[in-house]
């Protein structure tokens, strides 16, 4: 069964939703409103996660996904009066110096055709000039490399789906009346970054994009810009570190779960589910680290877990970390690790818990069963007409260290629980880790969430 990406606006719930063979999936964080750019798109990417882990048919569901982009496109100029017997025709105008008239038709066959319009003649449209020197063919040099980094572990793979979306934008942005990705490398100076940063303020203004993913798009066509000069294939616009060239983010106030709702949670989760949910409390771990846990670093016998986090375990000065257990938890752990391998837990079908991967076709992919589960625990909240809980999985590693923190009983526990790397000279050269105040913290933690 084909599956396409449009979602729906859930009013009640504020948050969007989509249904799929009967069932309906609410996506997307809960609590915002419908023009949040960010979180509609933290919603289509739980819906590729869902679509991932059901039977589908690949050809049908790139027609299906083919015949919706194409419908979506905006329709600028109309031809009028035009049909095709046996045909499905989508009439839109494209300004590319001046007007023209395309329809692009979907044949009974699910083949796809773009023809041009002269009167009622149908022509084939002139192919567009491909510049064997463009700024498409240097960003797709750029991410071939960003790509094998992805591929050998130096890089993370979401930030190479990042940019591979970021510099797509980039390139489809018409400037001085053609798309960047048709230019010439020449053509990146000064005023294209202007201009760029321009049209990000106005995407912000106009509600398109949020602050926060503006300047991520702005960073990244700044990042490619960097590596080109340094590849001596462009100059190196003079704007480039400019202070006027930002995008100010507002201060968001920290989110955190109530302990009622991490209760319910507990009383309706499965016990993998269970497990999961304490980890991240317990030791403040995020699904990407609970998916690369490795037996070395669990100790069953003494019930610590001792680790650096891997987002950081690259860094020189992250710190690796002990975290004592809680009853409950190494309980659920002896259960369901696994007794070979080189991670603790893994699927029901033997893949790691969270995984990416680059396809054929160069794009990302990504598999989040922690999260899966996490939605699954969350619908289950909202039963008998209850209301459902709000939140995501990484909001309890916050939610352990804010109430660690706020207690006000343990001094720099709460630094140490989220593994973050020394932030002065002193906690880098002089400071020992308080590895007791830490190891109180997290039984008091345990307490607190259980009672």
Not at 220 to 247: M, Y
Not at 364 to 392: C, F, M, N, P, Y
Request: aromatic content about 6%; overall charge positive.
């Amino acid at each position: 069964m084909a599956v396409n990406n449009k979602l729906t606006w859930f009013a009640p719930r504020k948050c969007w939703k989509k249904k799929i063979k009967g069932k309906v999936y609410y996506l997307g964080p809960g609590g915002v409103n419908k023009s949040d750019r960010e979180a509609k798109r933290q919603a289509q990417e739980e819906l590729e996660e869902i679509k991932a882990t059901l039977t589908r048919d690949p050809e049908a569901e790139a027609l299906a996904k083919r015949r919706a982009e194409i419908k979506a496109e905006p329709l600028r100029v109309v031809a009028e009066n035009l049909s095709f017997d046996g045909f499905e025709a989508i009439r839109r105008g494209l300004v590319d110096g001046k007007a023209e008239h395309i329809a692009t038709i979907i044949g009974d066959d699910g083949k796809i055709k773009k023809m041009g319009i002269k009167g009622r003649q149908l022509v084939k449209p002139k192919p567009r000039k491909k510049l064997s020197n463009s700024i498409t063919g240097l960003i797709d040099e750029y991410l071939a490399g960003v790509r094998a980094s992805a591929k050998a572990g130096s890089k993370s793979m979401g930030r190479y789906a990042t940019l591979l979306v970021h510099l797509e934008k980039f390139c489809n942005w018409a400037h001085d009346g053609q798309p960047v990705g048709e230019q010439e490398p020449a053509a990146i100076r000064t005023s294209m970054l202007s201009q760029w940063h321009i049209h990000l303020l106005e995407q912000i203004g106009a509600e398109t994009f949020s602050p926060k993913y503006a300047n991520d798009l702005l960073s990244s066509v700044k990042q490619f810009i960097s590596w080109a000069w340094e590849q001596e294939k462009c100059g190196l616009p003079r704007n480039l570190r400019s202070k006027s060239l930002t995008i100010p983010i507002p201060k968001k106030r920290p989110q955190h779960m109530k302990l009622s709702d991490i209760r319910r949670l507990l009383e309706v989760a499965s016990d993998r589910t269970t497990l999961y949910i304490l980890l991240a409390l317990n030791t403040g771990m995020t699904a990407k680290d609970i998916s690369d846990l490795h037996p070395d670093e669990l100790n069953v016998r003494k019930g610590t877990i001792t680790r650096a986090r891997s987002k950081t375990r690259r860094h020189a000065n992250a710190p690796t970390v002990t975290y004592k257990l809680w009853p409950q938890t190494i309980k659920l752990l002896k259960q369901h690790r696994q007794k070979q391998g080189d991670r603790v837990l893994l699927t029901m079908k033997g893949d790691p818990l969270v995984r990416s991967w680059i396809k054929d076709d160069g794009k990302a992919a990504k598999v989040d069963s922690i999260r899966l589960a996490w939605l699954r625990a969350i619908k289950a909240t909202g039963r008998d007409d209850q209301q459902e809980v709000k939140g995501t999985f990484k909001l309890l590693r916050a939610t352990g260290a804010n109430l660690i923190e706020q207690s006000g009983k343990f001094n720099g526990a709460a630094t140490l629980y989220l593994a973050h790397s020394p932030g002065t000279v002193a906690d880098q050269h002089y400071l020992a880790s308080n590895q007791k105040s830490l190891d109180n913290a997290v039984e008091w933690l345990g307490k607190k969430i259980m009672a």
